[in-house]
């Protein structure tokens, strides 16, 4: 049995079809990567899936339990955990502090929670961040501060929506080492929205593309990145020429 | 045994916070000894009293970010549940406080639960409108004394009598009001740090990020809401032992309401000190300027003029407080 | 059942002019989604204008309107440049403290000017005439000229902002501020305009409520939460909700009129020794109350 099976997924806003018809699974340990042109829904699926969204229809099961009707709280209860795109972590707590919101999900105490708090930071290794207010901190550490609060929350499935964004190759790097870090080590499933390329397709197991709220594909990376209708929806020219990708479909 | 230790527990404050603290606690505690006159005690109680109502609005409208405008319906249920048994039944205050406060809380999450599925503007609206509903039921109740209100008289009993809070001298309410003032700040130091005060701290900043993080948004604002009604609601029965006199207009009018937000705004809101600071610096403003300009002068209103205007200008140039002035500095000479 | 229909007409124009007090409040919400808990007293000032000027140059109380819009337009423009501009930027709870603190600054002006006893128009041509309308319906002539003033000038507001240049650029700024500024709108003074509309609509109703009810400082906080109510029931922002919805209120304050039809009619004893004349305002605020709860963005919002 999947770990997460979303089945037939639909999401209407009034009268635009945000995400149409989706499926798909993602089994106990994996790293999925979901890619898409802007605005082809990815976020809205996140949100749907964590809970955050009613759904129009379609059926969302994790953990052999149907969650589609589930609210985001009682999602988030179950293990499954997320990121969200814009900063999102509270401006007047620090970061120590914003990381026990998470760990008080899992805990009444406040020294468990502080505990457990710290062991994060020193595992993620941002404890050198602990006492400052995330508003003080760079993009790249502030990235890092919202995964430790999701993770905080001791998941067993983690959403994580474009990490990477904004981050120069360095920094990318760093994050790339956390994410596989959170995957491998702490064994966390993990699926990650992300526009940058580099990272997705290194680090993913297999990945989904979406556009105008459909799946168009789906396979390894290799397997995306040659995929003909993916190039024409997202990938276009420039990543056809640097990567030296030859396809029949890719000649417009 | 943690909680006790953790309500104790002010060491993430910086020396000089502490010892100012101290200090002015200390000073506080000896106040009544040195000369005084009989104005500035009862500035002094009020002010007390307002800090409490402070620290209890700070709890939902400070760490929650919930401007909450309808605070004063709970401190009239909490007068009116004292006044009402010590005259009909002659409960004793210690005995009606609580009672009066289960009532306040139920009350509250009467009202509580549907108010919580609004937001922002919508949300302080009808805090407003749901005392005012609560006042205007209380004016035409001749259970409760209708508008003239209740009036304990304390010829009846035997002053001081500890047990139903009735005195003659003022020092006693001193003390009393303190002690709660000490236990609220205990409660208060203890929440912010609580699992509920980081989750409202989190609902503050960001709904969607909150609820992800398995916090059940509303629950957690209604019994937050919860908290503050019960600060309110004791100083309320309070109130009724201290004023010895209440009704409806003074007790659960809108301007009670504002006051107690508007302190704890002034002082920074979701700070421990700030609500104390605000009424610190609001309450001896308002009674002073009423002595001099309003009652000494003749010139009705100009008091008034006054504090609006700093309100005015607070909201307009410094809505973080005094609190948040302290705090920039901070960060500045640190970083 | 003379008691119904002069209930209903009663209820029907004094919503009328609510609807006008409420028109002001709206159209600020809906343009810079602020909340002006001054807004009552904007209205007290334009009563005690409308008094002050009947009294003062010695003509009919209907004929101040003009004076009354100006001061009420003149104040608006002066509260949005001296004071409101600032709290813009701030968080909301700065907003709505700050609003309650020009209401408390406003108030308090008037006590120190004209003390607090009430003050009421004693001449003009309508004052004290009345209609019988047939079936016993007997409707004061003020309260009449006033509702129809006030539908007036509600219809004039509309036009303004539905027909003309400006009041388009005003409805863009209100949907969308930025894109509004993008293309060249100057929203700063659409957001001055919005509230000298707003202050000059609220005081010409009252000058027209001054007719028939008697002025003093304190009297601003009903009046605000009564245009609350109906821009709650109309939707915040909602320019057509705000008559409809005035006009629903107008009824619910005539409450009493209906229960005392309702005594009368079932013979019911029991329903005598209710108060319900105490209770006349509590019903708008519950009203308010359970709209907010249940549509929040009123029956006819459209604004999220």
Request: glycine fraction near 10%.
């Amino acid at each position: 049995m999947p770990f997460l099976e979303v089945q037939h997924l639909t999401k209407d806003f009034g009268g635009l079809r945000a995400n149409s018809d989706i499926a798909f699974t993602v089994e106990q340990g994996e790293l999925v990567g979901l890619i898409g042109p802007n605005g082809a829904g990815k976020t809205t699926l996140f949100n749907c899936i964590s809970g955050l969204h009613p759904v129009t229809s379609g059926q969302i099961i994790f953990d052999g339990e149907d969650i589609t009707k589930l609210k985001a709280h009682e999602v988030a209860r179950r293990g499954l955990a997320r990121t969200f795109q814009v900063y999102s972590a509270a401006g007047d707590l620090t970061v120590k502090e914003n990381i026990m919101v998470g760990c008080f999900m899992r805990t009444r105490s406040r020294s468990r929670a502080k505990a457990r708090a710290s062991e994060i930071l020193k595992d993620l290794n941002i404890d050198d961040l602990s006492d400052y207010l995330v508003t003080e901190l760079p993009v790249s550490a502030q990235k890092r501060v919202t995964m430790a609060t999701a993770i905080g929350s001791d998941p067993k499935f983690l959403l994580l929506d474009e990490v990477a964004a904004g981050l120069n190759p360095n920094e990318i790097e760093g994050i790339m080492a956390s994410i596989k870090h959170v995957h491998d080590d702490m064994g966390i499933t993990v699926m990650l929205i992300e526009h940058v390329m580099e990272l997705v397709m290194k680090i993913s197991h297999r990945v989904i593309v979406l556009d105008y709220g459909e799946k168009i594909a789906e396979g390894d990376p290799e397997a995306i990145s040659k995929d003909p209708r993916v190039i024409k929806a997202y990938l276009g020219e420039r990543y056809v020429r640097e990567h030296g990708v030859r396809s029949a479909d890719s000649t417009e | 045994m943690e909680t006790i230790r953790n309500a104790l527990d002010f060491s993430d404050f910086p020396r000089l916070d502490l010892t100012v603290a101290g200090a002015v606690s200390i000073a506080f505690v000896v106040f009544p000894l040195f000369p005084h006159s009989a104005f500035a005690m009862a500035t002094m109680i009020q002010f007390l009293m307002f800090s409490l109502y402070g620290m209890g609005w700070n709890t939902i409208g400070g760490y929650g970010g919930q401007v909450d405008l309808g605070k004063a319906q709970y401190v009239g249920i909490g007068a009116y549940t004292t006044a009402v048994m010590l005259i009909r039944w002659d409960v004793p205050f210690w005995v009606s406080m609580p009672i009066g406060m289960c009532l306040a809380v139920g009350w509250s999450f009467i009202i509580g639960y549907p108010l919580f599925r609004l937001k922002g503007h919508y949300f302080a609206i009808a805090t407003i409108a749901s005392t005012l509903v609560l006042k205007d039921i209380f004016e035409v109740w001749g259970f409760v004394g209708a508008a003239r209100g209740l009036e304990i008289s304390p010829i009846k009993y035997n002053p001081p009598d500890f047990l139903r809070l009735i005195f003659r001298d003022d020092i006693y309410y001193f003390y009393t009001i303190l002690g709660f003032f000490f236990l609220g700040i205990f409660y208060i130091n203890w929440f912010r740090k609580s699992r509920l005060g980081f989750q409202l701290r989190s609902i503050k900043d960001n709904e969607d990020v909150a609820r992800s993080l398995g916090i059940n948004v509303h629950w957690a604002k209604v019994k937050t809401y919860a908290i503050a009604t019960a600060f309110v609601s004791m100083v309320g029965s309070f109130h009724a032992c201290y004023i010895k006199s209440i009704e409806p207009e003074d007790t659960m009018s809108l301007d009670i309401s504002i006051l107690i937000a508007l302190m704890a705004m002034l002082g920074g809101a979701g700070s421990l000190w700030g609500p104390i600071i605000g009424a610190g610096i609001l309450i001896p403003l308002k009674s002073y300027l009423k002595e001099w300009l309003g009652a000494q002068a003749g010139l009705v209103g100009i008091d008034l003029i006054i504090y609006a205007g700093i309100i005015m200008l607070i909201s307009a140039f410094e809505p973080r407080g005094i609190w948040g002035i302290v705090e920039k500095i901070r960060r500045r000479t640190r970083s | 059942m003379d008691i119904l229909v002069g209930s209903l007409f009663a209820g029907l124009l004094i919503g009328m002019v609510l609807a006008l007090v409420a028109l002001g409040l709206t159209i600020i919400f809906g343009v810079m989604d602020i909340v002006n808990f001054a807004h009552g007293e904007f209205l007290m000032i334009g009563m005690y204008t409308g008094l002050l000027t009947a009294q003062g140059l010695g003509i009919d109380p209907l004929l101040t309107l003009p004076v009354a819009a100006i001061v009420g337009f003149l104040l608006g423009i002066i509260c949005y440049f001296g004071f409101i501009k600032f709290l813009l930027r701030g968080p909301m709870v700065a907003q709505l403290l700050g609003t309650f603190g020009l209401m408390l600054f406003l108030r308090n002006l008037a006590l120190l000017i004209f003390g607090s006893e009430d003050r009421a128009l004693h001449h003009g041509l309508l004052v004290g005439k009345s209609f019988d309308l047939g079936m016993g319906v007997i409707v004061s002539a003020t309260k009449l000229a006033c509702a129809t003033l006030s539908v007036v000038a509600f219809v004039a507001v509309w036009l303004l902002i539905n027909r003309t240049k400006i009041g388009k650029a005003l409805t863009a700024t209100a949907l969308n501020a930025q894109g509004a500024r993008y293309m060249g709108i100057p929203t700063e003074k659409m957001n001055a305009l919005a509230w000298g509309i707003g202050g000059g609509s609220v005081t010409i109703a009252g000058a027209l409520i001054v007719n028939f009810w008697s002025v003093n400082p304190f009297i601003g906080l009903l009046f605000t939460m009564i245009a609350f109510a109906i821009v709650a029931l109309g939707g915040f922002g909602s320019v057509p909700g705000a008559f409809f919805a005035g006009l629903v209120v107008g009824m619910i304050t005539e409450i009493p009129g209906f229960w005392d039809f309702f005594t009368y009619t079932f013979g019911a004893d029991w329903m005598v020794d209710i108060p319900m004349t105490s209770f006349k305002y509590m019903w708008v605020y519950v009203a308010f109350f359970v709209i907010m709860v249940t549509r929040p963005r009123g029956l006819f919002g459209w604004k999220q």
